[in-house]
């Protein structure tokens, strides 16, 4: 059986968003907003666009147009600076397995990730000639909960959505693979992704058993 796998990016693969958070921290800091890293959680798959006008939100600002897109740049600015430092070691615990095995069964892999840094962090940790397909923020018009992104990446992998399985980290990319019919598989706490098929802490928990029975359902 040939299914499509998509992974999201950052919080399934690489822990980014810590580095997002010391970005917008900065970011906030510089127009006089407390940033919390509870409200860092809410940013989880959301865009950028989307992320700056939450925080702006949060403390009761409006700027002109040109002041939001000078903040945009550096903001992703001072992101990038931590990307650049990455490497392998970066990649979240038993990705590297996962992906392996799935290589073993010959099923294709995908990126399905609101990130438009995408391409240079997996390069960053070495990972870029894994994938089969890349979405990436760049692709898509519509931001997760829309669909949008898994389905490209169906596309591209010339797989049926309801043959598609993705691993994601946000509610809104649990749910955006909802609304895509395909199976929706949580990484991280399950009273947060209670809406996903499954759930799972990390990808320590995820055997090859379990790989197998995605394959042949
Ligand atoms: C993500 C992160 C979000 C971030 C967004 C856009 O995607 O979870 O926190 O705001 O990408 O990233 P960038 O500023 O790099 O374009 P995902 O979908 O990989 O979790
Ligand atoms: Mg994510």
Sequence with gaps: NKKGFIFDLDGVIVDTAKYHFLAWQKLAKSIGID?????NEQLKGVSRVKSLEKILAWGNKTISEDKFNALMASKNDDYLSFIAKMNHEEILPDVPKVLNYLKTQNQPISLGSASKNARQILEKVDLLNQFDAIVDGNDVSKAKPDPEVFLIAAKLLN??????IVFEDSVAGVQAANTANMISIGIGEENVLHEADYVFSNFTEIDT?????????
Excluded: G
């Design 159 to 164: 797989v049926n959505p309801k043959d598609c």
């Design 209 to 217: 058993a379990f790989i197998d029975k995605l394959i042949k359902r």
């Design 35 to 39: 940033f919390s890293h509870e409200q």
